[in-house]
């Protein structure tokens, strides 16, 4: 069974810079699918990127983060990751990891089947 566990939320300045971590227990992470989602207070959980599993080869954003946000995967670290650059006010949120065993594009959280406690990030202006 994996279980994902994120870390490196915290407060910085629009524009800064944050990478979150999602590492995750069990021999077989490297073949899921890993997803960030995030929720900000008072609204709706919504999906921020994904990678496939394996290679990692395809990738998803959210229009919101395109050219800001890059996801990533090490299997050797059993770890994906989440850059974030440039960030602004309306990024704040937990953000959240969940892995799953298949990924639907149109619809990230289908497949997810393991989901993390996640990872405060607050961005000032």
């Known amino acids: 069974q994996v279980e994902v566990v994120e870390s490196g939320g915290g407060l910085v300045q629009a524009g800064g810079s944050l990478t979150l971590s999602c590492v995750a227990s069990?021999?077989?992470?490297?073949?899921?699918?890993t997803a960030w989602f995030r929720q900000a207070p008072g609204k709706e959980r919504e999906s921020v990127a994904a990678?496939?599993?394996?290679?990692?080869?395809?990738?998803y954003y959210t229009d919101s983060v395109k050219g800001r946000f890059t996801i990533s995967r090490d299997n050797a670290k059993n770890t994906v990751y989440l850059q974030m650059n440039s960030l602004k006010t309306e990024d704040t949120a937990n953000y959240y990891c969940a892995a799953g065993t298949r990924l639907y594009s149109s619809d990230y959280a289908r497949g997810m089947n393991v989901w993390g406690r996640g990872t405060l990030v607050t961005v000032s202006s």
């Open positions: 069990g021999r077989t992470f490297g073949s899921y699918a």
């Open positions: 990678i496939t599993g394996g290679d990692g080869r395809i990738t």
